[in-house]
C-alpha cells in the first residue's frame, strides 16, 4: 500500500507561482514513481511530470517543461511540483500518484491522493 497527501493548492493570479508537494508513506512506495496530474471537468486527467525514487528519473510533458519543474526530497518523502507563469488554463485539481515507471497514463496509476485545487484568477 501506498498513501498521498497532496497540499499547496490554492488560488493564485495569473503569472505567479504555486509549489505543490506530495507526501508519500507506506512500506512499497520507492517501488514506484511518483508523477503528479491534472484535470478539468470533461477533460481526461493528464500527467504533468513524474520522478522515480531509486534511479530519480524524472519525465516532463512537454506543455508544461520550462514552467514546472519536479523535484524530490527523500529524507521528508516529498514530492514537489514547482510551477510558474500561472495562467488561467492552469486551473485544475492537481493529483500525485504512484505508478510503475514507463506507464506514464493516469490509467497506469495504481494509488491516487487526493488532490488540491489550483485556480488561477485572470
Known amino acids: 500500500q501506498v498513501q498521498l497527501v497532496e497540499s499547496g493548492g490554492g488560488v493564485v493570479q495569473a503569472g505567479g507561482s504555486l509549489r505543490l508537494s506530495c507526501a508519500v508513506s507506506?512500506?512499497?512506495?520507492?517501488?514506484?514513481?511518483t508523477a503528479w496530474f491534472r484535470e478539468v471537468p470533461g477533460k481526461d486527467r493528464e500527467l504533468l511530470a513524474t520522478v522515480e525514487w531509486i534511479r530519480n528519473r524524472t519525465f516532463v510533458k512537454d506543455f508544461v517543461k520550462g514552467r514546472f519543474t519536479i523535484s524530490r526530497d527523500n529524507a521528508k518523502k516529498t514530492v514537489f511540483l514547482q510551477m510558474n507563469s500561472l495562467n488561467p488554463e492552469d486551473t485544475a485539481v492537481y493529483y500525485c500518484g504512484a505508478h510503475a515507471w514507463g506507464n506514464f497514463q493516469a490509467r497506469g496509476v495504481r494509488y491516487w491522493g487526493q488532490g488540491t485545487q489550483v485556480t488561477v484568477s485572470s
Open positions: 507506506g512500506r512499497s512506495f520507492g517501488a514506484y514513481a
